[in-house]
């Protein structure tokens, strides 16, 4: 199949971490967020990744001419910011396959499965078939409402507190058939607003819910819990998991790092103290400091005596 990944965004929210360097590019334990976003597709299913970006595209594009897929990867770049309709539009134009398609948030961190999805997808005969979540408070996302047969029959765009007619949100992943995406408008438009209401009331869109975890890696906090997401379920090839934290290198047991996850050749003394935190390649963390819920970049370093809780430090910087 061939699949489109939705990374257009200039990861403010992760800044100073995302100054001159693409968010999908960011680590996630042994490999960057991009990457995890794709794996969640068995590799046999792919035959082309198409990557909708309009930020860091010359990163992401060296990124993979040194990295060898069994699959085929195209850049698609927006020049200006086309909204998820307009990008996924765009890049629709490089798909070589009648068929489905599958369509990916660039920033999310999930266990959904996509060979039931596609099941179902087929079973139910869709034009478009959403991944679905369960949240208690869903007026942040898109809610749909989805009925006994497995269709989905109304679709809400971030509604109004207490309007929401379900707690099922569209969980970022798609599978929509060529024919409608070659209908895409190229403008700027929102594929949530514009596209699936109108596939919804036809009676074509099909969702399915699944379990399990469903983390969106766009803030600090929620890009340490993605981190953790992928700790705690072992979505990692190398390195060591001690204590629910995972060193990149091989290291002795450090019982003052707390569900942390540490690069390689990272220098942590004794007597810190780190929870909750992402420390990535070749930052220094010094004596007697007390890290919280925070970011650490690469080549930083933490200064003697330093308490910080819930901060970004940004790569190379010292504190």
């Given at each position: 199949m061939e699949v489109i990944v939705l990374v257009g965004g200039f990861g403010t929210r992760l800044r100073p971490w995302t100054e001159n360097r693409a968010k999908p590019l960011l680590p996630i334990l042994d490999k960057n967020l991009l990457e995890r976003v794709i794996e969640v597709i068995p590799e046999d299913l792919i035959s082309k990744v198409i990557i909708a970006a309009?930020?860091?595209?010359?990163?992401?594009?060296?990124?993979?001419?040194?990295?060898?897929?069994?699959?085929?990867?195209?850049?698609?770049?927006?020049?200006?910011?086309?909204?998820?309709?307009?990008?996924?539009?765009?890049?629709?134009?490089?798909?070589?396959?009648?068929?489905?398609?599958?369509?990916?948030?660039?920033?999310?961190?999930?266990s959904v499965d996509i060979k039931s999805l596609l099941n179902h997808h087929y079973e139910k005969e869709a034009k478009a078939t959403l991944s679905l979540w369960e949240v208690e408070d869903p007026s942040r996302f898109g809610v749909c409402d989805l009925d006994n047969d497995g269709y989905i029959r109304r679709f809400q765009e971030k509604p109004d507190p207490g309007t929401e007619f379900s707690n099922y949100i569209n969980a970022g992943c798609v599978i929509i058939e060529k024919e409608i995406l070659d209908n895409f408008s190229l403008e700027r438009h929102s594929m949530e607003r514009v596209v699936f209401p109108t596939i919804a009331e036809s009676g074509q869109m099909a969702g399915l819910l699944f379990t399990g975890y469903f983390v969106d890696a766009g803030t600090p906090q929620s890009y340490i819990e993605a981190v953790q997401t992928c700790i705690d379920n072992d979505r990692f090839n190398s390195g060591k998991k001690i204590n629910q934290s995972w060193f990149a290198d091989d290291v002795e047991k450090m019982e003052s790092v707390k569900r942390c996850s540490i690069g390689a050749n990272v220098s942590i003394d004794p007597s810190a103290s780190l929870t909750d935190c992402v420390v990535l390649n070749n930052a220094i963390i010094g004596k007697n400091t007390f890290l919280d819920s925070c970011l650490i970049g690469e080549g930083a370093i933490i200064k003697d005596g330093i308490v910080i809780s819930e901060e970004v430090i940004g790569h190379r910087a010292t504190r």
């Open positions: 309009g930020y860091g595209v010359e990163q992401i594009e060296e990124f993979f001419s040194k990295k060898d897929t069994s699959y085929e990867v195209i850049i698609s770049t927006e020049n200006e910011p086309l909204g998820t309709g307009g990008a996924v539009g765009l890049a629709s134009k490089n798909l070589t396959k009648d068929g489905p398609v599958i369509v990916l948030n660039g920033d999310l961190i999930s």
